[in-house]
């Protein structure tokens, strides 16, 4: 009987990481995005960049600065910043900063507490530019990210939005290196759907947009990033991942505050997985192949993988108790003394992705930033 259990378990487990098996297969053996096309510096469009910040007092002015710095020409940048309501003096620190830079800027301070897609939609409304960089306050780039998007951005008409990919800026401690293994497979999945057709799986510390097709996103359900994308996808467009532009943001300094962000994060994916289901119905590899893998591997994958799972560890225990101690023994041993392995990286975050799952909480679109403040 417990050796049908172990059987069976496995078997469920399997079934649970097929979506996984065949993204591992399409990123070693399928399509790659094409070369980025050089651009004459003189020709690259204005842009607008939109800052929406809540209690950024301690990261707005080094952000404004690491915009100054980059190698897209100054005179052709706008920044937009708007400001959640916050009690701190991020828009002070935000104008003295921008009174002394080449930049032109724009600031809005929102009345109530509204979240990321809100506010990004009035950013959106005050740019004047249809070039718009999307990014947050408390994330850092490579000098050359933002034109590295826009070169890709403009490179074709069919292109309507691109995501940077986001990297963890850290010591290379236990949990930064899972996240970085995470994240490598992550972006490259993700470059694989956008070789092919489009992806939804973005990176909303880093986007650039066209506003003559993304005008605006849903303020009430789901991630800024996932929404963009199923604006251009849902309009005909192309979305791109592009693991050649780098932005990096800071880990939550304790796992509580780590778990926080990563449940939250995986409850606004799901929402905004299952809010657009209808996309299921457009002829194009997105709809046909990736996006049902994508919920498959948001919805079904978590439970069904922790079910198999579970089923196996019962059956081999009473199987095999000594079989069973020294897989346990050999995947401590593993987590141990290979930081960064994809099977830890994996189980961790079905755990996150479980919990986001089976979250009480309603909506994922207003939370508590876990970016360091003043004085922390």
Request: charged letters at 20%; aromatic letters at 10%; proline letters at 3%.
């Amino acid at each position: 009987m417990f050796l049908y259990l172990v059987a069976i378990g496995f078997g469920i487990a399997i079934i649970a990481i097929i979506p996984y098996i065949i993204y591992l297969v399409g990123v070693k053996f399928g399509k790659k995005i094409s070369a980025l096309p050089q651009t004459e510096i003189v020709s690259l469009p204005n842009i607008s960049i939109v800052i929406c910040s809540y209690k950024e007092e301690r990261n707005i002015g080094k952000k404004i600065q690491s915009i100054s710095d980059c190698s897209y020409p100054n005179d052709k940048i706008e920044v937009v910043i708007v400001i959640d309501q916050a009690d701190d003096n991020t828009e002070g620190v935000a104008r003295d900063t921008l009174e002394h830079s080449d930049l032109s800027w724009k600031i809005h301070v929102n009345n109530e507490r509204t979240g990321k897609n809100k506010s990004l939609n009035i950013g959106m409304g005050m740019a004047s530019n249809d070039i718009i960089i999307d990014t947050d306050a408390d994330v850092i780039w490579d000098t050359t990210t933002v034109e590295m998007l826009v070169r890709r951005l403009v490179s074709e008409e069919k292109i309507a939005a691109v995501s940077a990919d986001l990297q963890p800026y850290a010591a290379a401690d236990r949990v930064t290196s899972m996240e970085m293994t995470y994240r490598s497979y992550f972006g490259r999945m993700s470059e694989w759907e956008s070789a092919n057709d489009a992806t939804y799986i973005f990176n909303g510390n880093l986007i650039a947009l066209k506003k003559s097709v993304i005008d605006g996103i849903t303020e009430f359900i789901g991630p800024d990033d996932a929404n963009i994308a199923f604006v251009a996808i849902r309009k005909g467009y192309r979305t791109i991942y592009d693991t050649q532009a780098k932005v990096y943001e800071e880990l939550p300094e304790n796992m509580s505050k780590q778990y926080s962000q990563k449940a939250r994060r995986a409850k606004g994916l799901i929402q905004a997985t299952l809010a657009n289901r209808d996309l299921l119905k457009l002829k194009r590899p997105f709809s046909k192949l990736f996006y049902p893998l994508r919920i498959w591997m948001y919805v079904i994958t978590p439970t069904l993988f922790f079910i198999g799972a579970g089923a196996f560890v019962i059956g081999l225990f009473f199987v095999s108790p000594l079989i069973l101690l020294l897989l346990l023994l050999a995947l401590a041993l593993i987590s141990l003394v290979w930081k960064g392995n994809l099977l830890t990286s994996f189980i961790t975050n079905q755990l996150y992705l479980l919990a986001g799952l089976y979250s009480p909480r309603k909506d994922a679109v207003i939370w508590e930033s876990t970016s360091k403040k003043v004085g922390e």
